[in-house]
């Protein structure tokens, strides 16, 4: 069996993948390493799970390693593009160890929190940016880095990016790297303009795929529920919901999302939301949460799902089955990740049975409906082992968050919202350590307000960040009272959670 050490990486690199239990190669890593470490230009096509990250993480250290340039400020040696937020942390946990290994820097930008840490970091010198394209390039823009020493450039998931509108984006940055660098590009597809990129920055690549992109891993289990009506649908996603492993449940919309992560923790099943409207605080805070296994329950958007790289994650619900194949593959390949096996569920409506078929033939999944009513022995089956019944926190009292100038209630008038005093750092209502949960309406919660800063955005790139309602720590409200020539509002939780479910004590 071929081991990490047979490619010649540096024996440092070696030694921490060993640390960390890393001792056999992919085969997406095993098809790219000979050719990426000589500095070629690489194409590489594999599923979500397949090992991507290391496969470009490894080459990517070494050479900068072995290269004779040395770290400056503001002129980093290599650069990652991705398309989300959760998706550069992910790989920045994945690269970051065996970067330092090395001696090298890596850092991570992108939108949605204050460009003040990754301008310090760039400032210091950093040999690795991880970046999303909107970020970055406001930072270029501004002239607080340049990419002219750019020894090896990085797409992930470019078919990604090009799906949400990067590509023009791309294309300017890609044109302010070295056109002799090395280039690596890896995709599940090639469609969407992906194509376009491998010819203009690619210099006769080297292409490997190791699997077929269109179809699911061999070791994923389909299955498609069958359910009456909308009722039967809602108790059998709680039934779901229910077990003790990780579980997935994904949603066409945010408020959607929002509202099933509440609606499940209020019934004892303690869940987290992530979607666009979330602030940054709040989805790492969400992520770590599931991650760690704090929370067993995680119910997300399609904007989400490329960044959701948690492993042992044994059940994806597609609750709102999605609109087309590739998002049903990038869905279900949460789980059944390195390997690993996983369970994949549809939950169909009527009406949505021609829809499910088509998405079903074009991901080639062989699953038929089943007929399903809340309780069946299929359901069960697919639960396993059912989690204890987590109480929710109690709701503080509306009379009594009055008092603390915290939150106003919806039934409050609008000369008691004027006059919140305080200068911040109020308690959110109904927010505790590890049980605390958000004020559901009709129980004196507050009513969340919109966000301004770049909700619907996968990196969230408002610059005038306004409260939502959630499980966050409060950091906004203060410039409405400067401008108002008064004490500053009391501060709610930026971009938090709206789920019923908090891991973090407020400050």
């Known amino acids: 069996m071929t081991s990490f050490a047979d490619f010649g990486l540096p024996t440092p690199v070696v030694r921490e993948l060993s640390r960390q239990g890393i001792d056999s190669p992919f085969p997406i890593q095993t098809a790219t390493l000979p050719d990426s470490l000589k500095g070629r230009d690489v194409l590489g096509r594999g599923r979500t799970g397949s090992g991507k990250t290391l496969a470009f993480s490894l080459p990517t ?12 400020p503001r002129r980093p040696r290599a650069l990652v593009l991705c398309p989300t937020r959760e998706l550069a942390n992910q790989i920045n946990a994945t690269m970051e160890p065996v970067a330092k290994a090395l001696g090298l820097v890596t850092t991570t930008i992108f939108g949605g929190v204050a460009q003040s840490r990754q301008v310090a970091a760039l400032d210091k010198g950093v040999d690795i940016v991880i970046a999303c394209p909107g970020r970055l390039e406001d930072l270029l823009n501004q002239r607080l880095l340049t990419l002219d020493a750019i020894e090896i450039t990085v797409l992930d998931e470019a078919d990604h990016m090009a799906d949400l509108g990067f590509l023009p984006g791309v294309k300017r940055i890609m044109d302010k790297t070295p056109k002799q660098g090395q280039r690596m590009l890896f995709s599940a597809t090639l469609d969407n303009g992906v194509d376009q990129l491998v010819k203009r920055y690619l210099s006769n ?19 498609i529920l069958a359910v009456r009506d909308a009722d039967a649908k809602k108790q059998i996603v709680h039934e779901l919901a229910s077990g003790t492993g990780r579980r997935v449940l994904f949603m066409r919309t945010k408020h959607q999302a929002k509202k099933l992560a509440k609606q499940l923790t209020a019934s004892g099943v303690p869940a987290v939301d992530l979607h666009g409207n979330l602030g940054q605080g709040a989805r790492e805070r969400n992520l770590e949460a599931f991650s760690s296994g704090a929370v067993k329950v995680l119910v997300a958007t399609d904007i989400a799902a490329r960044g959701i790289h948690v492993d042992d994650v044994e059940l994806v619900v597609h609750v709102d089955p999605p609109a087309e194949h590739k998002a049903y593959l990038h869905r279900s390949g949460r789980t059944a990740r390195a390997g690993s096996e ?9 009406e949505q ?18 007929p399903v009513a809340p309780g069946d022995a299929t359901i069960k089956g697919l639960v396993g082992e059912v989690a204890e019944y987590v109480r929710p926190a109690d709701i503080t009292p509306p009379q009594t968050q009055a008092k603390r100038g915290t939150t106003s209630t919806n039934g409050g008038s609008r000369a008691s919202r004027r006059n919140r005093g305080g200068q911040g750092g109020g308690r959110p209502a109904a927010q505790g350590a590890g049980q605390g949960t958000t004020a559901q309406r009709g129980q004196g919660g507050q009513r969340p307000a919109q966000r301004a800063s770049g909700a619907g955005r996968p990196e969230g790139g408002g610059r005038e960040a306004r409260a939502t309602s959630g499980a966050g720590n409060g950091s906004t409200g203060q410039s409405a009272g400067r401008r108002r020539g008064g004490r500053g509002r009391a501060q709610r939780p930026a971009g938090g959670s709206s789920t019923v479910y908090s891991t973090s004590s407020p400050r």
């Open 61 to 72: 250290v070494s050479r900068l390693s072995w290269a004779k340039s040395s770290r400056q």
């Open 205 to 223: 690549p080297v292409r490997h795929s190791v699997d077929d992109a269109a179809a699911a891993p061999p070791q994923m289990t389909h299955h």
């Open 342 to 350: 996983g369970v994949v569920v549809t939950v169909m409506l009527p």
């Open 353 to 370: 049975r021609g829809d499910v078929r088509d998405l079903t033939r074009k991901a080639k999944i062989t699953a038929q409906p089943k």
